[in-house]
Every structure is written in C-alpha cells, then in structure tokens.
C-alpha cells in the first residue's frame, strides 16, 4: 500500500520561500513520475510540477521561474521549493504519482500567501 504525506506549509508573506516535502512509503516510488498538485478555495485540482524517475521536470506556466521540483529516490522523497510565493498561490499542496491515482491523495499541506 502507498502512502504519501506532505509536509513543509505555512504562513509566508508576498515574496517569501517555503520548502515542500513529500515522503513516499512503498517500493513504487522510483519507477513513477511524481507531481505536486494544488487546490484552493474554490477551484479544481491543479498540477503544480512533475519530476520523472529520471529527474526530467516540467511546470505550469504560473509557477515557472519560482518554483523547482526535485526528488530524492533513495530516500523516497519529492520537493517542492518555492520563491517568490504570491497570493493566487495560496492552496492545499498534495503529492501524488504522474498521471495521479486517486487512491494515493493524502492530507496535503496548507501554503497561505498573505500579508
């Protein structure tokens, strides 16, 4: 069974960091691409960025420059750094494979973006 839990959220003003983590129980972890996925208040489910096992990556365009996702296979752990956060990015922040299985979800990690 899979479990993925996220850490690393919280409070930052306009232009402040946070660091994403995202531990991975399983031996699955690395043969799968992993994405970070974002929803707020009101809005659908969004992916964020992707990381292949091979640590090819890819973002949407609103985080691209401020954002990198990066992965750790021997320790089962994906990352998420975040610069110059903003405050449309404020959201719970979920891990999960690439394309996502809706069994893996976990709690997520609230990122609130306020000054």
């Known amino acids: 069974q899979v479990q993925l839990v996220e850490s690393g959220g919280g409070l930052v003003q306009p232009g402040g960091s946070l660091s994403l983590s995202c531990a991975a129980s399983g031996r699955i972890f690395i043969r799968y691409s992993m994405g970070w996925y974002r929803q707020a208040p009101g809005k659908a489910r969004e992916l964020v960025a992707s990381?292949?096992?091979?640590?090819?990556?890819d973002y949407v365009d609103s985080v691209k420059g401020r954002f990198t996702i990066s992965r750790d296979n021997a320790k089962n752990t994906v990352y998420l750094q975040m610069n110059n956060l903003k405050p449309e990015d404020t959201a719970v922040y979920y891990c999960?494979?690439?394309?996502?299985?809706?069994?893996?979800w976990g709690q997520g990690t609230q990122v609130t973006v306020s000054s």
């Open positions: 999960n494979i690439f394309p996502f299985r809706i069994g893996y």
């Open positions: 990381i292949t096992s091979g640590g090819s990556t």
